[in-house]
């Protein structure tokens, strides 16, 4: 299941739920409320601090000491991801462990449990990449930590808000219009499509190109599955600052859940008279957006 590691935990965990920095609703499917602009708002302000300090070498490594684990199903690739580098970026180790989902037989639920509840003693946070649902939530209820489901991927909310960000900055006046082209019940574009209407824009959504419809301010081109491309009224947008923006975000989110988990157990266990920080545990930071 986990290779090059095995062994036998015992169970224990307590659970707290700590939200998160993106936590407008989920983008999983609940029933929710629309997002609200000052929280739209609050998350840019956080990433572009991060982005000014990036820029002028002030970031620091406000991650130093901490671990990140990113589960794969399959062999790592030559060229590290945009979540281990921004994580990378913000002083965390980061280990790419290779991990196999087990088959759905009680003995491979156990052995996930346990294997759950190690990932959370070693780390400090997990990201699950693509590994299926079931196990995602499997890790999330044993692990103890923050759990992202696919923290640097283009379904992600995480990158919803980064294109939706790179848009706000190149608005140039309230009231602009997006053109949306492509599937609308995409886990991105449903992330994306309340919250650019949270933030005032008139959404025009088009699975087809349609003539007749090109006045819109931008265009968002979601034809070509996960990769978006943004258009303004002077051509597309700069892509190395949407990827910017991308890695930004992701950051916001690690800091926000690890810093503030790591406090919130450490002030658990003082309160308790124990010196187990690891005693507060929470849900899984699927960075949640958007439930529909």
Not at 105 to 122: E, Y
Request: proline residues 6%; hydrophobic residues 40%.
């Amino acid at each position: 299941m986990l290779t090059a590691i095995k062994a036998s935990i015992a169970a224990g965990n307590t659970f707290a739920d700590v939200e998160s920095v993106l936590s407008i609703p989920s983008h999983r499917g609940c029933a929710g409320e629309p997002p609200a602009a000052e929280d739209i708002l609050a998350i840019f302000a956080a990433a572009r601090r991060l982005r000014e300090d990036a820029r002028a070498g002030t970031i620091g490594k406000p991650l130093h000491g901490k671990n990140l684990a990113l589960l794969l199903d399959t062999p790592p690739g030559e060229e590290t991801s945009a979540l281990h580098r921004a994580a990378q970026e913000l002083g965390a180790r980061v280990s790419e462990v290779r991990f196999t989902d087990p088959a759905g037989s009680a003995s491979a639920k156990d052995d996930l449990r346990g294997l759950a509840r190690m990932l959370g003693r070693m780390y400090d946070a997990i990201d699950c990449g693509t590994l299926a649902p079931a196990s995602v939530r499997q890790i999330e209820q044993e692990a103890g930590v923050p759990v992202y489901e696919g923290l640097g991927l283009d379904h992600h909310p995480a990158k919803a808000l980064a294109d939706l960000m790179t848009l706000c900055e190149h608005r140039p006046a309230p009231g602009a219009s997006i053109r949306f082209l492509g599937d609308p019940t995409t886990a991105r574009a449903r992330a994306f499509l309340p919250a650019a209407r949270a933030m005032g824009f008139e959404m025009r959504t088009e699975e087809r190109p349609q003539a007749g419809s090109e006045d819109a301010t931008f265009v968002v081109d979601a034809t070509h599955g996960p990769h978006w491309s943004l258009c303004g009224p002077a051509g597309p947008l700069d892509v190395l600052r949407c990827s910017e923006n991308h890695r930004c975000m992701m950051q916001t989110e690690l800091l926000e859940t690890i810093v503030k988990v790591n406090s919130g157990a450490l002030a658990a266990a003082r309160t308790q008279g124990s010196s187990r920080a690891g005693s507060c545990a929470i849900s899984r930071h699927e960075s949640s957006l958007l439930r529909y």
